[in-house]
């Protein structure tokens, strides 16, 4: 594995050309995953490691990607912590009990991953099998402001009131409830490393919804403790939304690889996380619904963006939308590979 690509790039090594993934690269624009949602529902797949495995290596069989991502979703740790859940058609999560209160939080549990989440551990194993080195394995988790959000909210939310009103308003009982999920989140994520995963990326895909000033009292010392606990066993990828105004902040929470969304020029972005990081990023998902001549143009820039500076990842900005054409998908990929290559 020390010749791919991806973790090349990863640690900031020359490559032969820049390496992709895409977030949410298994899914519903692919035809073979919404025929095995016909017959299974999302939580079925990831409890089945036979199905999380085949979902995994669904994109890796059809795409020019340089690494697969476990499939599975962020959401999994809350239900041994006490707060089960159900995906909703059309509308996405939904907790049965969201956290409302102090006392909400202290009846949380710790849980070993190893026994309640033992299913993904033997999915990442399974899928590393089969995998064979062809390309790397991406573990990853939540963030804890992310997670506490759906733990709170109950589900999506566009402004953050109910999480907001606890973290301003209880801020103890705030701080209580990210330490849980960090150390939870933490030994999770190791356990997903010494199952076999190759890099991890942490999710703090809603932590856009915070100032900077908030982010660093409320979300950074949390993060920290994370990445802190994890640091020098895989490369890791510390991403989020919307976070262009808090990249430096992200950076001193932690990751060797930074991520970053379509909001910001990468080569601004850069800038910001400091040339001495990684990057990945940062392509607007919607590009991909067409034309392509619109979505290659962008990603051209993209790499020029970026330049010859090894430790670029090209990824979108967030996860591929459900009615992405797939041929667009592999187009994408193919050109990122081709018009890099000529660029070195
Ligand atoms: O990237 C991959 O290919 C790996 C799979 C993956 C899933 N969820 C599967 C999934 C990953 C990395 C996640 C992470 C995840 N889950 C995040 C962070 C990433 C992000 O998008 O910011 C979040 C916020 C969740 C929580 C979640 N799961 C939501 C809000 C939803 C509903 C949204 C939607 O698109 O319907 C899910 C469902 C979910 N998780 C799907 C997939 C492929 C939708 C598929 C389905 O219903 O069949």
Redesign the pocket.
């Given at each position: 594995m020390s010749t791919s690509r991806f973790l090349s790039a990863c640690r900031r090594e020359p490559v032969d050309t820049t390496p992709v993934w895409f977030?949410?690269?298994?899914?519903?624009y692919m035809a073979e995953?919404r025929a095995l949602?016909e017959r299974y529902s999302?939580l079925e797949i990831c409890r089945q490691p036979d199905l999380a495995t085949e979902v995994t290596l669904q994109?890796v069989r059809r795409i020019d990607v340089d690494a697969a991502?476990?499939?599975?979703?962020?959401?999994l740790p809350l239900e041994p912590m006490g707060l089960p859940f159900d995906?909703i058609k059309g509308e996405?999560?939904q907790l049965e009990r969201p956290i409302g209160s102090a006392e909400d939080i202290d009846r949380l549990r710790d849980f070993d991953p190893r026994e309640s989440l033992a299913h993904v551990l033997d999915a990442i194993r399974q899928v590393q099998r089969e995998l064979a080195g062809r390309v790397p394995l991406i573990g990853?988790a939540?963030a804890p402001f992310?997670l506490a959000s759906?733990a709170i909210e109950g589900g999506?939310s566009n402004n953050f009131a109910k999480t907001k009103s606890l973290m301003y308003g209880q801020p103890e009982a705030w701080h209580r409830l990210c330490e849980r999920l960090s150390s939870v989140v933490a030994d999770y994520l190791g356990a997903q490393i010494d199952a076999g995963v190759d890099a991890v990326q942490l999710?703090d895909?809603w932590v856009g919804t915070l100032g900077a000033d908030d982010y660093r009292e409320f979300a950074l010392p949390h993060t920290q403790r994370i990445f802190s606990q994890i640091a020098g066993r895989v490369p890791t990828i510390h991403f989020g939304?919307g976070t262009s105004t808090i990249l430096r902040d992200m950076r001193e929470a932690g990751g060797d690889v930074i991520g970053a969304d379509w909001r910001i020029p990468i080569d601004d972005a850069w800038t910001q996380i400091g040339t001495d990081r990684a990057i990945q990023s940062n392509l607007d998902p919607t590009l991909l619904l067409g034309p392509v001549g619109r979505m290659l143009r962008h990603a051209d820039d993209i790499l020029a963006r970026a330049g010859s500076r090894p430790g670029h990842i090209f990824n979108l900005g967030?996860?591929i939308l459900?009615s992405t054409p797939v041929e667009h998908v592999q187009l994408l990929a193919q050109h990122v590979h081709s018009a890099s290559r000529r660029m070195r």
């Open positions: 977030m949410r690269q298994a899914g519903r995953y949602r999302l994109p991502i476990i499939f599975s979703d962020l959401l995906f996405g999560p990853f939540g992310t759906y999506h999710f895909s939304t967030h996860g459900p």
